[in-house]
T-cell receptor, first 117, second 115 residues
Framework: AQKVTQAQTEISVVEKEDVTLDCVYE???????LFWYKQPPSGELVFLIR??????QNEISGRYSWNFQKSTSSFNFTITASQVVDSAVYFC??????????????FGAGTRLAVHP | GAVVSQHPSRVICKSGTSVKIECRSL??????MFWYRQFPKQSLMLMAT?????????EQGVEKDKFLINHASLTLSTLTVTSAHPEDSSFYIC???????????FGPGTRLTVL
């Protein structure tokens, strides 16, 4: 069965600290996609990254970086020098291609990040 | 590009009434749209997948007669919560699949409160 686990329910940090959000997934497929989304208090999901299963290169985008390790089925997300505006709920998600031709997203439980000044 | 809108953004209704939520892909055609439900402090749970011109596919535990989905065109899907009750109060989010890589683009969500 497909599953996404975000073991950290809530994380609280002080501004400028680095923080890593963990994501572990389970899938039987060899082809899949992994995602991270940010959900601020407004509720709208903000897309952060999509990574396919064949690309294990780490990615950096500004203060954000992602570490994809197939050997441990993990796709962790690090925010460097956190800011108050980073306060939100972050979701990791897994997508597998279905025979119907569309991709179903399975979300983790989410990690609530609070960054304090 | 790749904008998905939802209407209304917020709705309050009395118990027993029906509520319709619209999801539109504004600048692309979406053969497939998805409806999610999110209860407070919980994750997004997929309710159903709708394909243009055919019946929606519902996830286990989701009542198809209560949550009516219509995907009449390539840019519009509607979710109707029939005979809504307080336990249906939730944040409903749609997404539309499109683009070169069949990505999912999310709408801003609709907050439903049933009194």
């Amino acid at each position: 069965a497909q599953k996404v686990t975000q073991a950290q329910t809530e994380i609280s940090v002080v501004e400028k600290e680095d923080v890593t959000l963990d994501c572990v997934y389970e899938t039987r497929d060899t082809t899949y996609y992994l995602f991270w989304y940010k959900q601020p208090p407004s509720g709208e999901l903000v897309f952060l990254i999509r990574r396919n299963s064949f690309d294990e290169q780490n990615e950096i985008s500004g203060r954000y970086s992602w570490n994809f390790q197939k050997s441990t089925s993990s796709f962790n997300f690090t925010i460097t020098a956190s800011q108050v505006v980073d306060s939100a709920v972050y979701f990791c998600a897994l997508s597998e291609a279905f025979s119907g031709g569309y991709n179903k997203l399975i979300f983790g439980a989410g990690t609530r990040l609070a960054v304090h000044p | 590009g790749a904008v998905v809108s939802q209407h209304p953004s917020r709705v309050i209704c009395k118990s027993g009434t029906s509520v319709k939520i619209e999801c539109r892909s504004l600048d692309f055609q979406a053969t497939t749209m998805f409806w999610y439900r999110q209860f407070p402090k919980q994750s997004l749970m997929l309710m159903a997948t709708s394909n243009e011109g055919s019946k929606a596919t519902y996830e286990q535990g989701v009542e198809k007669d209560k949550f009516l989905i219509n995907h009449a065109s390539l840019t519009l899907s509607t979710l109707t919560v029939t005979s809504a009750h307080p336990e249906d109060s939730s944040f409903y989010i749609c997404s539309a699949e499109g683009g070169r890589n069949n990505e999912q683009f999310f709408g801003p969500g609709t907050r439903l409160t049933v009194l």
